[in-house]
């Protein structure tokens, strides 16, 4: 079965970044599949991050991360990574990184566990 | 900026049927928006319910249905139970910038 597995709970000091890694299991990692990574501080709603398509390695990044945010993939560890830069007490939050199905209809199928990154002095 | 507007909160009786929304500031809400659904139960990472509107995985249960319903995405709940209680949220896609954007989420409380 598909399952995603994040890395560990991180703290941070403001200004430093964080790495988070996703591994992905149970599917052909290269084959239309896209990976996303999402943001939610607590008790807020989701953000979308950005997304990585685990075969050709194209990304994009949404406009209000753009500069901050850097998604990468190792086919042949099948993980995709998150680094997010330049961290203030908003990005304490938890980082999901989800599937998606891009052919034929843009599924987002699996969930990671989620990562909880915590940015205090 | 694109919006994505969702009630912030509804309430339900066990057994009953309750619809949620999903709304672009950009205007009515078509099938290429490719409308995702989650469900997110407090301290889990969300589950996905439907996908390209309509479309249920596996493991959504039969009472959960997507659809297009004025303009907007919607999620109907049919004979709702009390593990039902969750926060909802809807994700819907643009095809330039950002492209995806998710909804402030609804509150489901099942009472």
Redesign the interface.
Known sequence: QVQLVQSGAEVKKPGASVKVSCKASGYTFTNNYGM?W?RQAPGQ????MG?INTGSGKT?Y??KFQGRVTITRDTSANTAYMELSSLTSEDTAVF?CVREIEVP??????????TLVTVSS | QTVVTQEPSLTVSPGGTVTLTCASSTGAVTSGY?P?W?Q?KAGQ????LI??TT?K?SWTPARFSGSLIGGKAALTLSGVQPEDEAEY?C?L?YAG?????????TKLTVL
């Open positions: 996303h999402v709603r989701l953000e979308w997304w994009k949404s406009q999901y209809s843009k599924d987002f199928d699996n969930w990671g566990q989620g | 490719y995702n989650f997110q990472p969300p589950r996905a996908y390209d479309n995985h949220y994700l896609y910038a950002p492209p995806w954007v998710f909804g402030g989420g």
